[in-house]
T-cell receptor
Framework: GESVGLHLPTLSVQEGDNSIINCAYS??????FIWYKQESGKGPQFIID?????DKRQGQRVTVLLNKTVKHLSLQIAATQPGDSAVYFC??????????????FGAGTQVVVTP | GAVVSQHPSWVICKSGTSVKIECRSL??????MFWYRQFPKQSLMLMAT?????????EQGVEKDKFLINHASLTLSTLTVTSAHPEDSSFYIC??????????????FGSGTRLTVV
């Protein structure tokens, strides 16, 4: 998705609940998608990825869903923990020669886990 | 796992001076380095892409004479912010990419550099 806006949307989640973070991407040519977690003052940390030939992929406590029809990506975090508090970004890239590796980041979502 | 070391982690400089930021891939060879800038509460914006041994390509709106990128080896890329001004204050992040690795682990990000220009 394109990065817009001067503030991050916030998702407040109670500890133990499931979190769902959404991302709308803009480039229909994108083939590869990644979710990143960024803690304050640090670089992005890889969470999970998915290629365009899949619509779902699961990791440890996380699931990524891809809907290419509506260009939508979501990240589900099961049993959210305080350590999950961070900003989450989706990123996309088309696997074409001239754009290989260029990641376009979404706007991001601030996740706040409350006790 | 792959590690990218970025230094310094923070720097304060006077307006008009230049600042160099280093990004090193410690245990793999990075065919490509990406440089991003991130303003508070905003997303990462790609500034430029550099391939080892060739000139960097800059995204639209990024001044190549102001943000000098050098990628002299497969393990080191530098970003120099020349004649820095307060509006250049930001969080700069590098990402080392290697095509030879599994795609899903192809990107490794540095820890970022907080630049404050006073």
């Amino acid at each position: 998705g394109e990065s817009v806006g001067l503030h991050l949307p916030t998702l407040s989640v109670q500890e133990g609940d499931n979190s769902i973070i959404n991302c709308a991407y803009s480039n229909s040519a994108s083939d590869y998608f990644i979710w990143y977690k960024q803690e304050s003052g640090k670089g992005p940390q890889f969470i999970i990825d998915i290629r365009s030939n899949m619509d779902k992929r699961q990791g440890q406590r996380v699931t990524v869903l891809l809907n290419k029809t509506v260009k939508h990506l979501s990240l589900q975090i099961a049993a959210t923990q305080p350590g999950d508090s961070a900003v989450y970004f989706c990123a996309e890239t088309p696997l074409t020669t001239d754009s290989w590796g260029k990641l376009q980041f979404g706007a991001g979502t601030q996740v706040v886990v409350t006790p | 796992g792959a590690v990218v070391s970025q230094h310094p982690s923070w720097v304060i400089c006077k307006s008009g001076t230049s600042v160099k930021i280093e990004c090193r891939s410690l245990d793999f060879q990075a065919t490509t380095m990406f440089w991003y800038r991130q303003f508070p509460k905003q997303s990462l914006m790609l500034m430029a892409t550099s391939n080892e041994g060739s000139k960097a390509t800059y995204e639209q709106g990024v001044e190549k004479d102001k943000f000098l990128i050098n990628h002299a080896s497969l393990t080191l890329s530098t970003l120099t912010v020349t004649s820095a001004h307060p509006e250049d204050s930001s969080f700069y992040i590098c990402s080392a990419f290697s095509r030879g690795r599994y795609l899903e682990r192809g990107y490794t990000f540095g820890s970022g550099t907080r630049l404050t220009v006073v």
